[in-house]
């Protein structure tokens, strides 16, 4: 299981409306080393991606380990995005927990919601969790729904 981490500055809003495949930001996005967003999107299988805030991530361990623990039994890929780039010394706490950022969009960080997270199935959108609330129902579904099944 690929559990990549992605470092984004994205607008949770625009990124939630335009996830199907061939039609948008998912598929346009790209970050400052030239990679896309797309190819870190698996089009067979269950992708989740979640935009966190690399302050409130890495002191908050509980809401990144769940997603992680879930990537690593096997219920989806795991494509972990920050809405703004680390300090260094996120950086090295994201390499201690065996994250490797995978590079940064160029979109206003005052733009991203988060936490946000999104599950694709086969690369089209299946659901969305806007805010810390949600976060807990949809990871409570992703396990309840076992290795890519969501």
């Given at each position: 299981?690929?559990?990549?981490?992605?470092?984004?500055?994205?607008?949770?809003?625009?990124?939630?409306?335009?996830?199907?495949?061939?039609?948008?930001?998912?598929?346009?996005?790209?970050?400052?080393?030239?990679?896309?967003?797309?190819?870190?999107?698996?089009?067979?299988?269950?992708?989740?991606?979640?935009?966190?805030?690399?302050?409130?991530?890495?002191?908050?361990?509980?809401?990144?380990?769940?997603?992680?623990?879930?990537?690593?039994?096997?219920?989806f890929d795991l494509v972990v995005l920050l809405n703004q780039p680390p300090t260094?010394?996120?950086?090295?706490?994201?390499?201690?927990?065996?994250?490797?950022?995978?590079?940064?969009?160029?979109?206003?960080?005052?733009?991203?919601?988060?936490?946000?997270?999104?599950?694709?199935?086969?690369?089209?959108?299946?659901?969305?969790?806007?805010?810390?609330?949600?976060?807990?129902?949809?990871?409570?579904?992703?396990?309840?729904?076992?290795?890519?099944?969501?």
């Amino acid at each position: 299981m690929q559990v990549a981490a992605a470092i984004s500055l994205m607008s949770g809003a625009l990124f939630c409306t335009v996830l199907e495949r061939g039609t948008g930001f998912v598929d346009t996005a790209t970050f400052v080393d030239g990679s896309v967003l797309r190819d870190l999107i698996s089009d067979d299988g269950c992708t989740a991606i979640t935009i966190l805030d690399p302050v409130q991530c890495l002191s908050c361990d509980g809401l990144l380990g769940q997603w992680v623990r879930l990537a690593q039994a096997g219920h989806f890929d795991l494509v972990v995005l920050l809405n703004q780039p680390p300090t260094v010394n996120q950086e090295q706490r994201f390499t201690l927990r065996r994250m490797t950022p995978a590079g940064v969009l160029a979109v206003p960080r005052s733009a991203t919601k988060v936490p946000s997270s999104y599950v694709l199935r086969d690369g089209v959108a299946m659901d969305s969790a806007i805010g810390l609330a949600a976060q807990m129902p949809l990871l409570s579904w992703l396990e309840s729904e076992g290795p890519m099944d969501c």
